[in-house]
């Protein structure tokens, strides 16, 4: 029996990006291809065209265009292997969309964006970098904390969170003292967790962006840059 996505990935992540990037032209979804806007290349395998994938993952994209103006491309990448592809945004899901612990939606894409960045891994960077710079609302943080998070213009809770997250993507030997840096700043043993997780989750994704040679959709480039002009009131 084929998994389905919860959802929740469409109605969170991806739909934040509609409120901070003017709507797409209307594209048909059926003409996928190994192409971007750009005309290089998304991915180094083949990139089914969506007519030929299971209704459920149609259907996922479909939504995740309808809400967001557009289709990241690891969607499409990933869409070469559906199981695989159900797999990692089902536990894609469940880390970053999660409505429990003590991580804010801005602190798991930091995450994302330093331990990628440590991974030189341009897709997770730029895609996320985009999300870090709309939920946190700072402009410039993406780009510090992608280039030394060290010195970038975060407060001693993130920098433990980072301190975390970069030694599990590291590999490096976690010990009780790293989860001791952490409880002075409110985060438990879940909090822990969620921040090795997702560490570690992108550290497979850092890494089949490398295989696949995923190039990140060019609307991510400017997202949370340019405050988006309010419309006039009628």
Same mark, same amino acid.
């Given at each position: 029996?084929?998994?389905?996505?919860?959802?929740?990935?469409?109605?969170?992540?991806?739909?934040?990006?509609?409120?901070?990037?003017?709507?797409?032209?209307?594209?048909?979804?059926?003409?996928?291809?190994?192409s971007g806007?750009?005309?290089?290349?998304?991915?180094?395998?083949?990139?089914?065209?969506?007519?030929?994938?299971?209704?459920?993952?149609?259907?996922?994209?479909?939504?995740?265009?309808?809400?967001?103006?557009?289709?990241?491309?690891v969607f499409?990448?990933?869409?070469?292997?559906?199981?695989?592809?159900?797999?990692?945004?089902?536990?894609?899901?469940?880390?970053?969309?999660?409505?429990?612990?003590?991580?804010?939606?801005?602190?798991?894409?930091?995450?994302?964006?330093?331990?990628? =960045?440590?991974?030189?891994? +341009?897709?997770?960077?730029?895609?996320?970098?985009?999300?870090? #710079? *709309?939920?946190?609302? %700072?402009?410039?943080?993406?780009?510090?904390?992608?280039?030394?998070?060290?010195?970038?213009?975060?407060?001693?809770?993130?920098?433990?969170?980072?301190?975390?997250?970069?030694?599990?993507?590291?590999?490096?030997?976690?010990?009780?003292?790293h989860f001791?840096?952490?409880?002075?700043?409110?985060?438990?043993?879940?909090?822990?967790?969620?921040?090795?997780?997702?560490?570690?989750?992108?550290?497979?994704?850092?890494?089949? =962006?490398?295989?696949?040679? +995923?190039?990140?959709?060019?609307?991510?480039?400017?997202?949370? #840059? *340019?405050?988006?002009? %309010?419309?006039?009131?009628?």
């Amino acid at each position: 029996m084929a998994l389905r996505l919860t959802g929740r990935l469409v109605s969170t992540t991806w739909q934040c990006f509609s409120k901070h990037h003017a709507a797409a032209p209307s594209i048909s979804l059926a003409q996928y291809c190994t192409s971007g806007s750009d005309d290089k290349a998304i991915s180094r395998f083949p990139v089914p065209d969506k007519s030929t994938l299971p209704q459920d993952i149609q259907d996922t994209m479909a939504e995740v265009e309808e809400k967001s103006g557009f289709l990241p491309n690891v969607f499409k990448a990933l869409a070469h292997r559906p199981e695989e592809f159900r797999a990692f945004f089902k536990y894609y899901d469940a880390l970053m969309a999660k409505e429990t612990g003590n991580l804010t939606k801005a602190d798991r894409e930091m995450i994302v964006v330093a331990t990628s =960045a440590t991974n030189n891994c +341009m897709y997770c960077v730029v895609s996320h970098g985009a999300l870090l #710079r *709309i939920y946190s609302k %700072k402009p410039h943080l993406a780009d510090q904390v992608a280039t030394n998070w060290h010195v970038a213009d975060l407060d001693a809770r993130q920098k433990a969170i980072l301190e975390f997250a970069t030694a599990v993507g590291a590999s490096e030997t976690i010990t009780e003292e790293h989860f001791q840096k952490l409880e002075p700043h409110g985060l438990d043993r879940e909090d822990a967790w969620d921040i090795g997780a997702i560490a570690a989750l992108f550290a497979l994704s850092n890494r089949m =962006a490398h295989l696949t040679n +995923m190039r990140p959709n060019e609307e991510f480039y400017l997202m949370g #840059r *340019i405050p988006r002009e %309010k419309k006039a009131a009628t």
